[in-house]
C-alpha cells in the first residue's frame, strides 16, 4: 500500500516553515535559509549537490530518508520558483538545476496550467490545476506502488493534513527565531485529526519529530 | 539591574502552553498535564512537592534556575486559578495548597479587585488591576534588587513579550500535539521585538530553548 509521507520539512522554534517574501534570491523568504542548518551538512545533503564528505549521525539518518522509495513528489506552487499569477512563459524551470534531486515525477499544485517539463536525470514536472486530491491520485498511480512525498510548502502541507491524507510526516525544529512567514500548524487542531508525535529525536542542531496519522 | 525572567514554560510541538478548557480538576486544560512530562520527575519539582529523590541532569538544572533571585512573580488569572469574572468569594487561594512554592510576593493580573492573600512559607498574593505594567513595577519594587518572574501564562506572556518587558524566556518543548489551546507564539514577532535563540539544549524528554532579549 502506498503511502504518503512528509521528510526534512524543517519549522523554526515560532513554527514557520519559511521566511516572509520569497524571492528569487531567497527561496525560503528572508531568514529562511539558516533553518537547514541542520541539513547543509550532512553527507545526504552534500551528496544531492555532488558533494563528497558529509556528517553521518542522527541528522543524516533523518535526512537521507526521503530518498527511500519514493515514486513520486508532490509540491506547491511557492516551492517550485517564485513566479506568481499566470505563468508568463515557459523560462522557469525549479530552483535545482537542470538535474533536480527527485528523479522521479514531480506534480506541481498550481492554478494555471502549465506545460509538463522533462528535466535530466529522471525528474519530470507535472502541473495540476485541480487541487490537492487531483495531484495525489496522479502521483499516486505514477508511484507505480511505491510512496508518494508531499515536498511543501507550508500551505500545500495544510491543505493535506487537514485532509488526513498525509501517513507520516517528519519535522526538522530549528533553534532559531523568524518571527513572521509561513506557520506550519497554527489553526490546525492535529490532534483531532488523528495525529501523535510517534518519534522525538533530538540532535544539538534539531529536534526532529515525526507525527503520525493513526489509521 | 532587576532582570525579568521566564523558566519552565512548556509548550506543545504545535506551539500550545495549556490544553483548551482549564477547569479546577485541569488546571493545563485538556492534555496539558502532559506537557510537564519532562518536569515532574526532576528532583527540582519532587523537592516542590516534598519529596526526596527525583531526577538529575539537564533537565532539572533547567527546571532548578527557576529558584535562583528571584524577589517576586507576575502571572495572570487563570495561572491563578480557575475562577472568570468576578470574584465571587475569597475562598479561591491558588491551586498550590497552604505553603506554595513561590515563597515571596505574587502579583496576579486581573480585571476585578481581590483582597492581598498571605499563605504559609512566605507567598502573599497580591491583586493588580492596573496592568502589566502597574504589575511590573510593583514586583521589581517588591523584589529589592532580586529579579521578577513571570510565571505565565501564555496570554501573560505574549503581553509582556510584546511590550519588549521579558529579558530572558527559557521555553521547554515538549514532544506531543495539543491541537488547540493557547498558544504562545503565533502572531508575535519575536524577531522584529529583538529576541533571538542564545541556548538550546535538547534532551531525551524536551527540547530546552532560552530566548535572549537583545539590548
Avoid at 507520516?168 to 509561513?182: D, K, N, Q, T
Wanted: with cysteine; glycine share 14%.
Amino acid at each position: 500500500m502506498s503511502r504518503v509521507r512528509v521528510h526534512n520539512f524543517t519549522i523554526s522554534l515560532d513554527g514557520y516553515g519559511a521566511g516572509p517574501r520569497q524571492t528569487r534570491e531567497t527561496p525560503l523568504g528572508v531568514g529562511g535559509e539558516s533553518l537547514h542548518n541542520w541539513f547543509i551538512p550532512t553527507r545526504t545533503f552534500q551528496r544531492i549537490n555532488g558533494n563528497a564528505g558529509g556528517t553521518t549521525g542522527v541528522d543524516d539518518d533523518f535526512a537521507g530518508r526521503y530518498l527511500e522509495g519514493v515514486g513520486a513528489y508532490i509540491m506547491g506552487r511557492n516551492m517550485f520558483g517564485p513566479v506568481r499569477g499566470p505563468w508568463p512563459d515557459d523560462s522557469w524551470r525549479g530552483w535545482w538545476g537542470k538535474n533536480p534531486p527527485y528523479h522521479v515525477p514531480v506534480f506541481v499544485l498550481t492554478h494555471h496550467a502549465h506545460p509538463t517539463i522533462e528535466m535530466e536525470g529522471g525528474t519530470v514536472f507535472h502541473f495540476v490545476t485541480g487541487g490537492i486530491r487531483e495531484a495525489l491520485e496522479r502521483a499516486t498511480a505514477a508511484a507505480e506502488g511505491k510512496d508518494v512525498q508531499i515536498g511543501g510548502g507550508a500551505a500545500t502541507l495544510r491543505q493535506y493534513l487537514e485532509a488526513r491524507l498525509i501517513d507520516e510526516m517528519h519535522v526538522a525544529i530549528s533553534p532559531m527565531l523568524l518571527g513572521s512567514g509561513e506557520h506550519l500548524l497554527y489553526g490546525l487542531d492535529l490532534k483531532a485529526l488523528g495525529y501523535e508525535c510517534t518519534t522525538h529525536v533530538p540532535t544539538a542542531a534539531a529536534t526532529h519529530v515525526v507525527l503520525t496519522r493513526r489509521q
